[in-house]
């Protein structure tokens, strides 16, 4: 049962090494980066003082994380490891390679925008990077979130008909170092939601050997398991939705692949991921007060796709803005992609489908260019694949001060 | 000069047991196949090995396996992480009765030099420093081998690979000693044509706790360019030339296991092969080959210093 | 150099061996060759496990106009098997597509294949193994012999143009010259004691199934890892095959010293319960590490014989 006297104020670092923690992990291969690190000081404190069994040990480097990690799990053991941004990126490598294994694993990523230039504010491209590495990924918009999801995640992996590790993401500085208050579910009833780790596949023991990670010489069969990676991940719709259900008779709070957030007679709709979400539903509340009929939908499932969620929530409206914290340069928006796709069999598809890219390395995506967003659909008739980038007149004006005083003022500039 | 044996006096004493099956896809003469198959029988049973990329990689291609034991392929740079990965997790599973201790594995890292002398080095290394106990097994022909023989951290001075046509012209990697600075629970070099020398080396090392680590010359008659079946006299005029010496380190004490009473010219070791017939035709180097018998003379020399100061 | 009349259709040939007999050597002869007389031109090796000994392939195809083809020839009009041990290997797959060819070249002393072969191609054979050893001293660098072989029966290459190939394509393996002029004059006598074959379009006949796309239904994640559950089951791939010549033992010098037994790298041999070796010839690579290794000369070469 949920009541208020359960919630702790918890920074969203400390909410996952909470859901770690109560899904009675066994291993935690470990590596520092900015902003997830107080996650695994968290566990590694944890583990010192005995309030948790397993091992915790710190690696080389991330790639070496994340090949441990699958290595640990490929013989048995429950485990969770967490990074950042290039963290993720070095350990690329490790991602495609564990997930091939087909062995479950929480991987939780700290959003954090790549280099270069190199920065500690967040954005989506870290994450979004991995969304081919054959790994479930879901974005966390709350702190109460990211824990609840952490232990839903288990779940999922760990289920016969995925076996893949998850990828559990939020985002640095506004959920990593937030406080926000978090029920903190009791041990027991996380117990009855997720039992105790026993491998349900062949693992590395003396008395049944086993060859794991054969190299493949021909297409066909390189294509079937890749293809079988594919049919797992798109079976975690299903794994998802019946964790969801479980978690909420447990715990009282719903999740769904997609969060609809004032949908119902919405003509227009922002779809956004992550933390901002936050500030999109306060626009949404801005303008249904001026009268308008906008909503927004919160992509929480970014692999697998959640098309139905998708389609079902779009079609039938006459605008739709997706606002990307993530650039493809050379393309625009990755999500707007990926939905246009979805969208674009429907025959009732939004007239007006608009890609929007803000919120870059952690800048600010402020009232007025959420007022910007809006007012680029109303004056739209047409959808556009065409970026439009949410950038101020200040810091427009900032930005070239600072390129005066990096020695790149324009009079300089010109020979 | 050669080691007191302790447990085996000739090859006909190595345990029987086979853990590799035939039917392996390597080449002909492949050396380090003959090195694995060696140590793995006086490691035993009970055996996972973790593979990093290299000519090995392809003694598990689908659905194929050649191994009795077990068997996870992780990435050209990410053995030595897999291993402490599995061996934390078995541990873990052990302590908490979760699994029983006649299922607990040896785990055995089996890389080349491609992986070991460069991309695997940080992971090893940090293994070793963290005391993990692991067996690793470095098969070391002198080149990235399966990927058609370029030059690694491991060629040797004046061989010829594809990216060093002319001959290389840096100097191998002192793997050996970077990993003893490390001060790993036993470390040595091996070579397959001393059968027993390698078992004695090995069983030597296996009731000890924390890494466990081989190096091995694996001749390499399709890189190195000599008939297959020459291929242990080759290993052995690595030996005997002073080459390759025969070494250990266990108990912070290095020693060497065998020391040729007269050392053999360089050149009756790089004749035979393909890969150094630039130093002879169409014009003799005596400039490189001065230079490699002029770098093998010095370490003995080190060698003998050292004997003789202590 | 325009050809004297265009290809009425494209030619397209592949070549099967082991590695290390000189198959991608081959290839580019021919096609080198093919070139040099005015066609265009595409060849390629298929990779796969690169080692010594093992089946290997390449395909070369050839044509008057731009060739839009690529990868595998699954329908050749001329298939080359430069080592005949290949046909009793189901996975080296010589004969896909033969229903297709025109003709099968096969590198073997005589012609009594004919009868054990299923196809509906002319078959054509000829020892070029005995030509090399005997020109070339070495019996497995075919290259030039298989190339010749193809570029005669395919019939638009004049020798000229073969001789000028086995000549570049040589230096770039940088080959000493004396080994190259005998390469040429191995080209020439393979040439000169083959026929051209009428070629008819591969296109002509379908084959009686055609392949279907099928839906790949979602398997459990037992079946779907790539793990492998059967230890030691590559003892089911017979690289015994992969010989040329194969290691005899002499019981009567043989003091069961044990050492052919420990050094042999495949684990080839076994030792009897009265302690004797005993080689597993389904698997021996024929290395001959363990002949090297007795210390009485126990153990004698014979040469390989033929599976056919």
């Known amino acids: ?415 | 000069m050669r080691a007191k044996r302790e447990f085996y006096h000739s090859p006909k004493d190595l345990p029987a047991a086979e853990f590799l099956s035939p039917g392996s896809t390597l080449c002909a003469g492949c050396g380090g196949l003959a090195t694995l198959r060696l140590m793995h029988k006086v490691l035993g049973e009970n055996v996972v090995v973790v593979d990093a990329a290299g000519c090995m990689t392809m003694l598990t291609s689908y659905p194929y396996t050649v191994m009795q034991s077990s068997w996870l392929y992780t990435s050209m740079s990410g053995a030595s992480a897999g291993a402490q990965g599995i061996r934390d997790a078995l541990d873990i599973l052990l302590t908490q009765h979760r699994l029983p201790e006649t299922d607990n594995l040896k785990v055995l890292v089996l890389a080349g030099d491609g992986s070991t002398y460069d991309m695997g080095l940080s992971a090893t290394s940090a293994a070793i420093c963290r005391g993990l106990d692991f067996w690793y097994l470095c098969y070391d022909n002198e080149a990235y081998g399966n990927t058609g023989f370029q030059t690694s951290a491991a060629s040797p001075l004046g061989a010829q690979t594809s990216t060093s046509p002319g001959g290389f012209a840096g100097r191998k990697k002192d793997i050996f000693e970077i990993w003893r600075a490390h001060q790993p629970a036993y470390l040595a070099t091996v070579s397959a044509h001393e059968a027993v020398d390698l078992a004695e080396k090995v069983r030597r090392a296996l009731p000890l706790a924390g890494p466990k680590l081989f190096l091995g010359l694996a001749v390499c008659p399709t890189g190195w360019g000599f008939d297959p079946a020459n291929g242990f006299e080759i290993a052995k005029l690595a030996v005997e030339t002073g080459v390759w010496p025969l070494k250990e380190f266990v108990h912070g004490q290095l020693r060497h296991t065998y020391i040729p009473s007269r050392f053999r010219p360089v050149v009756e070791y790089l004749q035979p092969q393909r890969r150094f017939r630039h130093l002879f035709e169409p014009q003799r180097r005596d400039d490189v080959l001065e230079q490699i018998q002029h770098n093998v003379d010095a370490y003995w020399q080190r060698v003998a210093t050292e004997a003789a100061t202590t | ?308």
């Open chain 1, 1 to 415: 049962m949920v009541t208020a006297q359960n919630q702790k104020l918890l920074t969203g670092n400390a909410a996952a090494a909470w859901g770690a923690r109560l899904a009675a992990i066994d291993y935690v291969p470990a590596f520092p980066i900015t902003p997830q690190t107080e996650i695994i000081e968290t566990l590694a404190r944890w583990f010192d003082a005995g309030e948790m069994q397993g091992k915790f040990v710190t690696l080389d480097s991330e790639h070496s994380m994340v090949m441990a990690a699958g290595a640990a799990a490929a013989a048995g053991v429950r485990v969770f490891t967490a990074t950042s941004s290039q963290g993720l990126v070095y350990a690329m490598e490790a991602l495609y390679t564990i997930s091939g294994w087909r062995v479950p694993l929480v991987l939780v990523n700290v959003s954090r925008a790549l280099a270069s230039p190199i920065t500690l504010g967040p954005d989506h491209n870290d994450v979004l990077a991995a969304r081919d590495a054959g790994f479930v990924q879901l974005h966390c918009e709350s702190c109460q979130e990211v824990l609840d999801t952490v232990l839903m995640a288990y779940r999922i992996a760990e289920d016969e008909r995925v076996s893949a590790p998850v990828l559990v993401n939020f985002d640095g500085f506004f959920l990593s170092f937030t406080r926000e208050p978090v029920e903190i579910p009791d041990a027991e009833a996380v117990r009855a939601f997720l039992p105790r780790f026993e491998a349900k596949y062949p693992t590395f023991r003396a008395s049944q050997p086993l060859a794991q990670g054969a190299a493949v010489l021909d297409g066909a069969t390189y294509t079937y398991f890749r293809y079988q990676l594919h049919h797992a991940l798109r079976n975690a719709l299903e794994v998802h939705q019946q964790a969801a259900d479980e978690f909420e008779a447990h715990f009282g709070r719903r999740y769904g692949p997609v969060e609809t957030y004032r949908l119902e007679d919405a003509d227009t709709v922002l779809v956004m991921a992550g933390a901002f979400a936050s500030k999109g539903k306060a626009a949404v509340n801005r303008w249904r007060e001026q009268g308008r009929n906008v909503g927004l939908l919160r992509l929480r499932m970014v692999r697998p796709l959640p098309d139905r969620e998708l389609v079902a929530a779009l079609v039938g409206r006459r605008a739709v803005g997706v606002i990307d914290q993530n650039l493809s340069p050379g393309l625009g928006g990755i999500l707007f992609h990926e939905i246009a796709g979805v969208l674009a069999a429907e025959e009732n598809r939004p007239a007006v489908l608009r890609s929007f890219v803000g919120g870059l390395g952690g800048k600010d995506i402020s009232s007025a260019e959420f007022d910007h967003v809006l007012a680029t659909l109303d004056g739209a008739k047409t959808g556009s694949a065409d970026p439009e980038l949410l950038f101020t007149d200040a810091e427009w004006r900032q930005m070239q001060q600072r390129l005066a005083v990096a020695g790149k003022s324009l009079e300089a500039a010109t020979p």
């Open chain 3, 1 to 308: 150099m325009r050809p004297d009349h265009e290809l009425t259709l494209m030619l397209r040939i592949r070549f099967h061996g082991r590695g290390g007999q000189g198959v991608k050597t081959a290839s580019r002869i021919l096609d080198t060759a093919a070139f040099a007389s005015g066609f265009q031109v595409q060849d390629s090796p298929v990779y796969g496990a690169e080692r010594r000994g093992a089946a290997v392939a390449a395909y070369v195809r050839i044509d008057s106009g731009p060739i839009l083809e690529r990868g595998v020839i699954d329908r050749p009009d001329l298939i080359v098997i430069g080592d005949e041990t290949l046909l009793a290997d189901g996975g080296a797959g010589v004969l896909v597509g033969q229903q297709a060819a025109s003709a099968v070249f096969v590198n073997a002393p005589t012609a009594q294949l004919a009868a054990k072969l299923e196809t509906a191609a002319r078959l054509v054979t000829l020892d070029i193994t005995e030509r090399t050893l005997r020109l070339l001293g070495k019996a497995s660098a075919l290259s030039s012999g298989l190339a010749a072989a193809a570029a005669r029966l395919i019939g638009e290459i004049p020798l000229e143009q073969l001789e000028s190939a086995v000549k570049s394509e040589l230096a770039e393996l940088s080959l000493a010259e004396e080994t190259i002029e005998r390469n040429v004059a191995l080209a020439r006598e393979v040439f000169q004691a083959l026929p051209a074959i009428e070629f008819r379009p591969a296109t002509g006949e379908r084959p009686a199934e055609q392949a279907k796309v099928v839906r790949l239904a979602y398997d459990p994640p037992l079946r779907s890892a790539p793990t492998i559950l059967a230890p030691g089951n590559a003892a089911q791939r017979k690289t015994g095959d992969w010989r040329v010549e194969r290691p005899a033992i002499d019981y009567e010098r043989c003091t069961r010293c044990g050492l052919c037994f420990v050094a042999c790298p495949d684990a080839a041999i076994t030792l009897d319960e009265k302690g004797y070796p005993v080689i597993d010839y389904e698997h021996c690579k024929g290395c001959m590490i363990c002949r090297e290794q007795c210390p009485l000369e126990a153990i004698e070469t014979e040469k390989e014989t033929r599976s056919w």
